[in-house]
């Protein structure tokens, strides 16, 4: 079983950053891929970027070359870095771990772009 907690989401204005981060517990394994997806209200979750325990890293075009994932092994944490944001961007972000061939989700974070 892994728990995982999301921190970092808030309000800001458009062009503002952000960056948010999860920590993963209850488990003596690193997750072997970690990432983020988020939903808007009235649409689906989606992905926004994923990692790998090596650091190959998967991007959704709306946020390459303004988000960067990384994670730390030793910490089992997955953090996003959010620039240039825009009011599209508003959504609940969510955490995700595999582990096992088992998806993990954390409670999501909430991401408000607006002036």
């Known amino acids: 079983q892994v728990q995982l907690v999301e921190s970092g989401g808030g309000l800001v204005q458009p062009g503002g950053s952000l960056r948010l981060s999860c920590s993963a517990s209850?488990?003596?394994?690193?997750?072997?891929?970690m990432g983020w997806y988020r939903q808007a209200p009235g649409k689906q979750r989606e992905l926004v970027a994923t990692?790998?325990?090596?650091?190959?890293?998967n991007y959704a075009g709306s946020a390459k070359d303004r988000f960067t994932i990384s994670r730390d092994n030793a910490e089992n944490t997955v953090s996003l870095q959010m620039n240039s944001l825009k009011p599209s961007d508003t959504a609940v972000y969510h955490c995700?771990?595999?582990?096992?061939?088992?998806?993990?989700w954390g409670q999501g974070t909430q991401v408000t772009v607006s002036s």
């Open positions: 995700n771990a595999w582990l096992g061939g088992i998806g993990y």
């Open positions: 990692i790998t325990r090596v650091g190959s890293t």
């Open positions: 209850g488990s003596i394994f690193s997750p072997d891929a």
